[in-house]
Structure formats: structure tokens, C-alpha cells
């Protein structure tokens, strides 16, 4: 591949850190969004190209990451790219999405002479704007090794899982673990709650033995001071947990912890809650 030129289609709080990240080392060439006014906001604070869509942004990049919300985006903006694209571009898909949305995505994108990474992200938002991203890709070794500068800039770990889906295969997996120790902190925390434990001395107490958790840390004290809205959106979780049932079932293992927390989930959502972070499951583990 020649000199890397990079786009980033996806602004909200990971992607706009990401490409954050791209500018800084000096890879971006331009950004794309849903809403073209924090299209423009970004473009004007960094210096680079607005693009009115992905596919303007195909024309002057050779090397494009999405972050966007669904199966039906990805498909969408892959599209769009494909219809535009210079023969080899990568694309690089840092959504959670099905494994068969990145088989299909790779498979419109060869069809225009490049290649397809699926490469979700693990490691909130925190984890962006640090650079410190976990990213569990699959794909062709050969494409990730070109386009390893543009993770470099915002990762913390690049971990190879296999061919094309293994990377989302993975992150099913990722979520599936986080689903459990969110039921667990949540049952654990109110439980806190009712003895009338302090929280201040609680919480690295437990953070120092066996209970400690990356959720625990980040979002314990602030679950117990009812703050919910610091990270990841419980409604995105429901949808990434749906996508990690399925996966289950087709493979016949017990899904239990899956089955209470997509539940759980849909429970707060209709309750009003699906804006806030996924240790809102606290909510439902008090006292009523």
C-alpha cells in the first residue's frame, strides 16, 4: 500500500477520540458523520476534510475506520465506500456488529479491489481517549499489518483472532463476560447498599483481592452515587448482548447469563433508562 491516507466515519464520544488520535500522529485525512454539523465541527477544529459522506471520503483515503452503531450502518457505509473506492483500500470496522454483517461487508468491499478488517474495540471511553483501546481483529494478516499505524495510533493491544468475523466472534464473547460481572457488581453493590457498608473504604478493599474487575474500578463509586451517565449506553449493550445470544443458541451452550441481563436490560430501557451506562443494572438489584 502506498503512503496511508486515513478517514474515520463515526463521531460520537469513542469515534471523535479515535480520530483525535489518527490527526495527532499525522494519518487523517478526513472524517464523515451521520450529522454533517459535527462533521463540520470536527473538519474546522482539526484541519481536515468534512466529508459530506463516506463515499466522498473513499475518494481521498486508502484506508477507512468506521465506528458506527448497527449491522445496517456498517453494510450501508461499505457501500458507499465501495461505489468510490481507489483499488486497495482497507476498511476497518471498529463496530459491534454480527460476524455475518462483516462475512458480507468483506465481500462488497473485495468486489471493489480492497479489503475488510472487522476490529471491535474493547476499553470504553476512557480507553479512546487515552489510546489504549483492546481491538480484537479478523480479517486477511496481511491487510492488518498494513493498516497497523492507524490502530497503533489509538490502540493499546492489536490482537489477531483468525479470519474475517473473528474479530466480532470475539467481542460476543467480550460482552458475554461483561453481562456477568455487571450482574454480579450490581447484586454485590446493593447488597453494600443494605448492610450499610462505606463505599469509600469498601470499594478498594475489594479492588485489592479477588473481586476486582476493570467495572469495579471504573464504575462502582459512581454507580453508588447514582451517577449512570460516565460510559458505555445500556441500550447498545442490549443490542450487543442480542447479537452474543444468538451466537450461543446456534451453538447450543446454556445462555443464562445472557437471557437475564438482555432482561434486565430491556426492563431499564422501558423504564426510560437505555441512555445511561450498563452499571445502571444497580437500579434493579435494590431494595424496592
Excluded at 481536515?48 to 448497527?70: K, M, R, T
Excluded at 474487575?213 to 449493550?237: H, P, Q, T
Amino acid at each position: 500500500m502506498n503512503e496511508l491516507k486515513a478517514g474515520f466515519v463515526g463521531l460520537g464520544a469513542m469515534g471523535w477520540a479515535m480520530a483525535g488520535h489518527l490527526k495527532r500522529v499525522g494519518l487523517l485525512v478526513g472524517v464523515a458523520n451521520r450529522s454533517i454539523a459535527k462533521t463540520k465541527d470536527f473538519a474546522q477544529k482539526n484541519g481536515v476534510l468534512g466529508a459530506v459522506d463516506p463515499g466522498e471520503l473513499a475518494q481521498h483515503c486508502n484506508v477507512i475506520a468506521l465506528c458506527v452503531s448497527a449491522d445496517a450502518d456498517v453494510l450501508a457505509v461499505t457501500r458507499a465506500i465501495a461505489a468510490n473506492a481507489q483499488p486497495g483500500t482497507i476498511v476497518i470496522d471498529h463496530s459491534t456488529v454480527s460476524s455475518k454483517t462483516a462475512i458480507e461487508a468483506q465481500k462488497i468491499i473485495r468486489a471493489a479491489g480492497g479489503d475488510f478488517l472487522d476490529a471491535p474495540v474493547s476499553g470504553g471511553v476512557e480507553g479512546a481517549k487515552n489510546g489504549k483501546l483492546s481491538i480484537m481483529a479478523g480479517g486477511d494478516a496481511d491487510a492488518l499489518a498494513r493498516v497497523r499505524p492507524v490502530l497503533d495510533a489509538y490502540a493499546g493491544r492489536i490482537a489477531h483472532l483468525g479470519g474475517i468475523g473473528a474479530g466480532q466472534n470475539t467481542k460476543a464473547v467480550n460482552q458475554t463476560v461483561i453481562a456477568g460481572i455487571m450482574q454480579g457488581i450490581g447484586e454485590g453493590l446493593a447488597l453494600a447498599e443494605a448492610l450499610g457498608l462505606d463505599p469509600a473504604v469498601l470499594l478498594p478493599t475489594l479492588s485489592g483481592g479477588a473481586a476486582q474487575s476493570w467495572y469495579l474500578d471504573k464504575r462502582g463509586a459512581s454507580a453508588m452515587r447514582n451517577e449512570f451517565n460516565v460510559g458505555f449506553k445500556l441500550s447498545l449493550m442490549h443490542k450487543d448482548l442480542g447479537i452474543a445470544r444468538d451466537l450461543a443458541a446456534a451453538a447450543g451452550i446454556h445462555h443464562d447469563v445472557l437471557d437475564k441481563s438482555l432482561a434486565d436490560y430491556a426492563q431499564l430501557m422501558a423504564q426510560g433508562h437505555g441512555e445511561e451506562d450498563v452499571s445502571a443494572v444497580l437500579r434493579l438489584k435494590r431494595r424496592r
